[in-house]
């Protein structure tokens, strides 16, 4: 016997795809700019919500589809006004995503797969193995939450990075899709000057990240200043030679004119020497980049523990006196697990979670 289609999200039709509802008993051309405003500028959650739509038109759509297929299974607050929401998907699956404060800036960390290939070594995302691919609702409704969630206490989101679990280049047709839907006017409306794709460094796929003509800006995850080490750190990373990964992102700087981060997570006694800070100046010399140290968020399980502040400092000195442009990430939400698939694992394994904490509603 047939099974019954699944039910599709407005959320994963994307800009382009919310004219499927004009389909729909009741529905004029008109209609479907109304569902794309109410779902990714409005924030809908219902049918009902869509109050300038035909009566039966709201009928026919909650019928055929949700608006979203996410919903919040834990929230996190550090004390330094970290928030890290679990989301758990349609299939019973979870992904996190985190928003950092800074200042006045609040940055969103998104996530695009269920765990993660990569597998780098010192990372909890991974440790699950990967998953599936989030489709592009799922990841548009990670923006969705937690800009509803700042807008509530007065805020605004300013920047969004996809970082959080997974590598986006891995999951190519639907974070294009999602990054449409969030950019666009016509969707959420959230600039591309404010979006950043962290990758661990596809040069094909980086090559297709700027063809897609959009402004948006790109981190390679580096961590490591040799292909050896690099190896051993990122093994999914191994068949991708380093000057390929460097050649790719010279291409994305001299066809889109935005300048390149070079992310580096430091571990103590492993990649956060003065002799790695010389190989990564050298490797980086002529680059328009900028480097990013990360000092680690300790992971339990994993051999690899936190840089000292002295080693931390001294790499940001090597690499500036190399004239490599470096700034150094201050580690937030320590506290609440932020650092990326520490909180899906523990309510994975069953863990007791850490406190502070709010179950949400």
């Keep these: ?21 004009l389909d729909l008993p009741g529905a004029r051309r008109f209609h479907a700019e109304s569902v794309r405003r109410w779902v990714f500028k409005r924030g809908a959650r219902a049918a009902a919500d869509m109050t300038d739509l035909p009566r039966e038109m709201r009928r026919a759509l909650a019928e055929r589809y949700d608006v979203r297929r996410t919903r919040v299974a834990l929230e996190r607050r550090s004390r330094d006004g970290t928030i890290k929401l679990l989301l758990e998907l349609r299939d ?42 989030l489709s592009p609702g799922e990841i548009v409704e990670q923006f969705l939450t937690v800009r509803e ?20 280049l891995n999951n190519f047709e639907n974070v294009k899709t999602a990054l449409d839907a969030l950019n666009s006017p016509r969707g959420a409306g959230f600039g591309a000057r404010r979006i950043t794709v962290s990758t661990i460094g596809i040069p094909a ?20 200043p040799n292909e050896e080490l690099r190896g051993r750190l990122i093994p999914g990373a191994d068949r991708v030679p380093l000057a390929a990964v460097l050649a790719a992102a010279a291409r994305f700087f001299a066809r889109s004119g935005r300048e390149v981060t ?7 006694d492993v990649n956060d020497t003065p002799e790695c800070a010389r190989q990564l100046a050298r490797l980086l010399q002529g680059a328009r ?3 990013n140290l990360i000092p680690l968020n300790d992971v339990r399980g994993l051999p690899f523990r936190r840089p000292t502040p002295q080693a931390v400092e001294r790499m940001a000195a090597l690499l500036e006196e190399k ?12 506290d609440i697990d932020a650092a990326c698939g520490q909180l899906r694992r523990r309510h994975a394994s069953g863990a007791a979670l850490p406190r502070p904490d709010r179950a949400a509603p």
């Excluded at 940055?107 to 691919?133: D, H, Y």
């Excluded at 004239?323 to 320590?334: A, E, F, K, L, Y």
């Design 149 to 168: 969630l700042l807008a509530a206490q007065g805020e605004a989101l300013s920047n969004m990075v996809l970082m959080g679990g997974g590598e986006p």
């Design 92 to 133: 019973g699956h979870t992904v996190e995503t985190v928003m950092i404060p800074e200042g006045v800036r609040r940055t969103l960390c998104v996530s695009t797969q269920v765990g993660c290939g990569v597998r780098c070594a010192f990372c909890a995302s991974g440790m699950l193995g990967l998953v599936r691919n």
């Design 205 to 224: 796929k980086i090559d297709r990240l700027e063809e897609l003509g959009q402004q948006i800006n790109l981190a390679v995850s580096l961590h490591a």
């Design 323 to 334: 004239g490599i442009r470096t700034t150094v990430r201050r580690s937030r939400g320590r």
């Design 1 to 21: 016997m047939p099974t019954a289609p699944e039910r599709l999200a407005l959320t994963d039709l994307g800009v382009a795809g919310c004219d499927a509802v």
């Design 289 to 291: 980049c900028r480097v």
């Design 262 to 268: 070079y992310e580096y997570v430091l571990l103590r």
